[in-house]
């Protein structure tokens, strides 16, 4: 669904990606790991335009994406969920909802503002609460609720768990796998080993800005050398 | 001095916050969206008073006047956008500033050439001449006019972007454009469109200006100052910064004027250093 091939991209003079090669197959979840530095967040962002790509491609179902405006991109189908979570302070959780399921709704399809609440319950009792009010868990989970409304077929997820409490990272880790059962694309960033490689049917591992290991989640749990060399866990 | 005199007093400082308010509210929202700061918005006042004097002339209506402005205004906006406005973009502030602050000059000249360096009037409507009596004062009809267009358009403008999905999408862009893209919405032709309305705005403050002020050349010139200060003063891309910013402007201008002559050149400085140093951001900036 997602081929990006030998990426080069990076912000004012500082090159992060250095001819980056994925793919994400569809219906697969592949878990994007590495070091702080590595280059996680820039591959997403170059995903959805926020960074210029210098060289390489990226492609949508075959459709090359370098060079469109987030706004087509999104549109196109990719939903995102930044590693910020970027909820808008001034809208209510209702309107955050509402500014992505007004654009993207249409008859049959499968996210509606009812099954996202059916999925996050928590959120279904703060529709009318401030966007800038809530936790980090909920801020979280509108995010997450928020780009499955674009009814997305890839969705990118940058550190879904980071600064969240356990209790509330086993949430969204089976909310999470609940999406996966369904069939849906993820390209997951993380710096949390056990949960990206306990949902990943693929996992790379990221090092000066180009894939460096790639395998099975057996593989890369299996392989402490490539752990502690990529990962330094 | 009586109470009646501080009443028409209050209700000057009124008219002339309804007038910075009309100007200041398209200023501040297109800067929060896409941090553009157009200092050729007090020309498009200007614009909008020439334009209601010609099309009062022509039409022989203040009416009809009041309706061309903004249009004309709006459709000089579309124009500087797609000519220039679209190019600066991604140009950085200092380009923005030297650019629209020429733009300036163009139309000083402009003016000069089509209306003349002489000063020019419009009457008022005939329905809203002479004066009306209020809270024991009598206090000039059309002025009550200008403070009720101003609370009106307020009002719209309040519910627009509070209760209508346009106005998320605008509050969603002023928090974080990068996101609201994410989200499919084409910033770009958001901030076209409230470009386009702050315009139109202005245009319209410039022609319902025009029956109480001589319409000059450098109309324009003279209040993009205090528009600027109500957008700092209010803070930067909200409507309720607009709204706090013209009313704290139009009132200290007035009553500044009214208490200490001698002061009141600096009195509207003294308040946006005063606000500055307790509130950096102004009163209520849009993104905290």
Redesign the interface.
Known sequence: MLEIAELAAGYGETQVLHGLSLTVPAGRVLALLGRNGAGKTTTLRAV?G?VPARGGSIRLDGRPLAGL???AI??LGIG?V?ETR?I????TVR?NL???A???ARPGAAWTMERVLALFPALAGRLGTGG?QLSGGEQQMLAIA?ALL?NPLLLLLDEPTEGLAPIVVQQIHDKLAELKAEGLTMLLVEQNFGFAVSLADEVAMLGRGAVVWSGSPDAARADGEAQARWLGV | MDAAFWIVQALNALQLSMLLFLLSVGLTIVFGLMHFINLAHGALYALGAFVAVSAAGFTGSTWAAFAAAPLAVATVGVLLYLLLIRRLRSAGPMNQVLVTFGLIFVFLDLFRMIWGDIALGLPEPEVLAGQTGLFGVVYPTYRLFIILLGLAVMAVLALVLART?IG??I??G???D???????????RLFFLVFCVGCALAGLAGAVAAPVLSVTTDMGTGILIPTLVVVVVGGLGSLKGAVAGSLLTGFVQTFGAVIAPQLAAIAIYAMLAAVLILRPAGLFP?R?
């Open positions: 959805m926020l405006p987030p706004h999104a549109r995102y930044p970027d808008f302070p001034s809208l309107e509402e500014l992505a007004r654009r993207f800038g928020r674009m | 999905p998320a999408m509050r969603a002023v928090d974080n990068r996101m609201a893209a994410c989200l499919g919405i084409d910033v770009d849009a905290a």
